[in-house]
C-alpha cells in the first residue's frame, strides 16, 4: 500500500534534494578514483585474480573514465540548478531565522546543535523555527 506523505515530508524531501546530488558526486569521484587506480595496477582485475598486463588496449578505460566523468558533469550542473532553486525559495521566507534554519540545515547539511549553536538559541528554539520555516516555505 502507497504511503501518502504529508506536506511538511515532501518539503524535507525537496529540500533534502541540493545534498543527494553532492553525494551522488562524491559517490561517481569515488568511482572515476577506483577506475584509475585499476589502471595502474593492471595486473590484477577486480575478481582479484592475476591476468596479463592488458596495456595495449586502452580504449576501454579511456571509454569507462570519460563515461564517469559525463556523468559527474551532469550531477554536477544538477546540483547547481537543484542549490539554486532550493537558495531562491528559502530566500522568499519573511523571518531572516527561518531562512537560516533551512539553509544550515539542508544546504549546510549542519546537526541541529551546530545550527543552535551557530545562531545563539536552543536546540527546542531550531525545532520550533524548523517548523515555522517549512509551514511557511512554497516549493510549488
Known sequence: ?????????????????????????????EEIDEIRNMKMYPSLNNDGMP???GQSDL???AAELREKED??????????????????????LENEDERDVLFYRYIRG????????????SERWIYELHGRALKNLKIS
Open 59 to 61: 580504449s576501454g578505460y
Open 1 to 29: 500500500m502507497e504511503q501518502i506523505k504529508t506536506e511538511n515530508e515532501q518539503k524535507k524531501e525537496y529540500l533534502r534534494g541540493y545534498r543527494k546530488h553532492g553525494r551522488k558526486i562524491k559517490r561517481i569521484e
Open 71 to 92: 556523468e559527474l558533469y551532469v550531477e554536477g550542473v544538477e546540483q547547481v540548478k537543484k542549490f539554486n532553486d532550493i537558495t531562491f525559495k528559502i530566500n522568499q
Open 110 to 121: 549542519k546537526q541541529w546543535w551546530e545550527i543552535a549553536n551557530a545562531m545563539d538559541y
Open 51 to 53: 591476468h596479463g598486463t
